[in-house]
């Protein structure tokens, strides 16, 4: 109940609590005259002031108060020497529960406080509270009603059929069949996606798989100052294909012969392949072995390891074509070439007698037809009859080697016309739906032709690719020529025609019409296509950073291009390549296409006297092509937005070129035996 226990022990004969007086009546009495006064509030306990202590009087009488007995330690609640009262517990139990009678003048009485009112003064002493002034009220704000609710109007929603109604049963059974052929729908569209992911998986599988089978090897040189009009031979692909007479290996085992007959590998075949952008027709230009040729500086060749070696061999002429090859291998034989056809070679293709056979086994043969039986002085009976005959690998091998035969005269062009007929005949049939439509006959041609050949910049993909956009070329379009040749040396070396080489060749960059070809005509213009603008009187020059420019050298003076080129660079041009113009000239020209007429008077700011001549198939790109009368001096271009004439410039024409009427040719559409 609260009591303190003193840590003495109790006396046997003392009281029980509730039988011993709550307090002194004399303590009573002296509190019973003072004023009541309310209890002050008590604040926080962490703001609590600390309790005050009592006056001294009062401190005094409880000093002078002494307990008669032991009372559980109360002190302060009995007079020393003063009478005891008595409480029982009943009393007790109503004094708790506020049951007992009012009695004015019971000091222990429960105070009952009652509750503090706003209104009423507060008691003396008091400060009066401080009532914050209320804020003025709000009107009332009325609630606005809803859009849907304002904008919807009244409706009875329609009662509905809950279930299935009841079907016939005809109707339940077009449903079944309707659910069993989505059913087999959704399992043939799956099946054949899978077949078809499938597909694509074993392709891309199958050309990762050949892709390694190539034996590379370095040949090309895409670089070279020999390349005449890079910029027209833009997107076409030009080939050059070898086919190699060596003894050794496999080819020995054909037929070649052996290396006691001739050392080494020697191109017995060689034929130049280009494919202009469009795609629209093919060229192959072959070179007699025995022509006539300046053979560079070059690496040593070991055939036989398929390598180059340390040695270096210089400059010569009045080699042949086949022991350029012998010497110098693959890199050698690019460069005769490129330099005496002025075409960028971009896929160099080697292969043997033992390859060529296997791929004409692996397509079923091919059937060519002949005017006489073949006969040949060193490999006998080729063909017993003439007609049309289906060859196999080694009967077309001797088909196209033979050169000694004597109804034939010339017996390297008699041999280069037959290689041409023989491989007219294995283009249509390898082009057919039978071959690449074919999976067995197509991976089989495939297959060998990675398996016996050595090449640079060839993949699989590629060929297929290529293969592919040939298809719709027109037997007709593919045109096969000789480079022709005017008598031999005292060394049986074929002298060759430079001037109608180049015609040739400058046609076939141009994409000129070359004789027996007969390729589709292009479509006539429509006369109510817009004309070009004329170009402007004058321009502002412009960055020389966004000029790109070819330098071409027709001057007839080795190296001048390559110098101007540097000196170019260093003003700030961009040089995209580096060659030889068609023909020579006394004048510097810049040459560009409609629409790029600032670029092209900026470049003729660094040669004064030079003529622009607006032409077609350029570009983006401006050729300067450097004449007889260029001093060497490149100067440094007019600066940006100076305006710059273009008065003078001349539309140019293009060159007429005179390809020879005696040119061995052989059309690809050509089918008859004359």
Not at 626 to 647: A, E, H, K
Request: hydrophobic share 35%.
């Amino acid at each position: 109940m609260g009591d303190d226990h003193s840590s003495d022990s109790p006396t046997p004969e003392s009281r029980a609590p509730w039988e011993r007086p709550l307090a002194d009546p004399s303590y009573r009495e002296a509190q019973s005259g003072r004023p009541r006064r309310l209890p002050p509030r008590q604040p926080p306990p962490e703001r609590r002031p600390p309790e005050r202590t009592a006056p001294p009087e009062h401190r005094a009488q409880v000093e002078r108060t002494e307990p008669s007995r032991h009372d559980s330690g109360r002190i302060g609640r009995r007079a020393a020497g003063g009478p005891t009262e008595a409480l029982s517990v009943a009393d007790l139990v109503k004094k708790v529960s506020g049951d007992e009678p009012n009695r004015p003048d019971d000091p222990d009485k429960t105070e009952i406080i009652p509750p503090i009112d706003e209104r009423q003064p507060p008691p003396p002493g008091v400060p009066p509270r401080e009532t914050p002034a209320a804020p003025p009220p709000e009107p009332p704000q009325s609630t606005p009603e809803p859009e849907w609710v304002a904008d919807s109007a009244e409706t009875t929603a329609v009662p509905q059929v809950v279930g299935t109604p009841g079907t016939t049963r005809l109707a339940l059974n077009k449903t079944r069949k309707r659910k069993r052929l989505r059913a087999v729908g959704r399992a043939v569209v799956a099946l054949v996606a899978v077949v078809a992911l499938a597909g694509t998986g074993i392709v891309w599988g199958y050309l990762r798989s050949t892709e390694g089978k190539f034996d590379q090897i370095a040949a090309l040189d895409t670089e070279s100052t020999d390349i005449v009009d890079a910029v027209g031979q833009t997107g076409d692909e030009t080939y050059l294909i070898v086919g190699s007479d060596t003894r050794a290996g496999a080819s020995g085992e054909v037929g070649a012969g052996t290396i006691d007959d001739a050392e080494g590998s020697r191109a017995d075949t060689v034929m130049l392949v280009n494919i202009p952008a469009d795609r629209s027709r093919v060229v192959a230009v072959s070179f007699p072995r025995d022509l006539d040729v300046e053979r560079p500086v070059c690496q040593g060749w070991d055939n036989a390891s398929g390598t180059y070696t340390e040695e270096t061999f210089p400059a010569a002429d009045g080699d042949k074509l086949n022991a350029t090859y012998a010497l110098g291998g693959p890199k050698c034989l690019v460069k005769v070439i490129q330099k005496m056809s002025g075409l960028k070679i971009g896929h160099f293709v080697g292969m043997d007698f033992a390859g060529f056979e296997s791929m004409v086994n692996e397509i079923g043969g091919v059937k060519v037809c002949t005017t006489q039986p073949l006969e040949d002085g060193v490999l006998g009976t080729v063909l017993p009859e003439a007609g049309t005959q289906m060859l196999d690998g080694k009967t077309a091998l001797n088909f196209v080697r033979a050169r000694h035969v004597e109804a034939e005269g010339n017996g390297d062009y008699g041999r280069i016309n037959r290689q041409q007929r023989f491989l007219s005949a294995l283009l249509r049939g390898a082009l057919s739906s039978q071959v690449l439509l074919n999976p067995g006959k197509l991976n089989g041609f495939i297959n060998a032709f990675t398996r016996d050949t050595f090449v640079e910049n060839i993949d699989t993909k590629s060929l297929v690719t290529l293969g592919r956009s040939l298809q719709n070329v027109d037997a007709g379009a593919v045109t096969f020529l000789t480079v022709p040749t005017a008598g031999t040396t005292e060394w049986g070396n074929e002298i060759p025609r430079t001037d109608d080489i180049k015609a040739i060749f400058r046609a076939i960059i141009d994409d000129e019409a070359l004789p027996g070809e007969k390729r589709a005509e292009p479509l006539p213009s429509s006369d109510s296509e817009p004309q070009a603008a004329p170009a402007p009187l004058s321009v502002q020059a412009v960055d020389p950073s966004s000029v790109t420019v070819q330098v071409s050298n027709a001057s007839g003076e080795s190296g001048l291009a390559a110098t101007a080129a540097d000196s170019l660079a260093a003003e700030g041009f961009q040089i995209y390549n580096v060659g030889n113009y068609t023909g020579t000239s006394s004048e510097t020209v810049i040459r560009f296409s409609p629409g790029h007429e600032a670029e092209a008077a900026t470049l003729a700011s660094s040669f004064p006297g030079a003529v622009l001549e607006s032409t077609t198939g350029l570009g983006t790109l401006v050729e300067v092509a450097l004449g007889s009368s260029f001093s060497g001096t490149v100067r440094t271009p007019s600066p940006i937005d100076t305006p710059l004439s273009m008065s003078d410039v001349r539309v140019g024409q293009p060159e007429d070129v005179e390809i020879p009427a005696d040119l061995a040719v052989v059309n690809a559409g050509d089918t008859s035996c004359d």
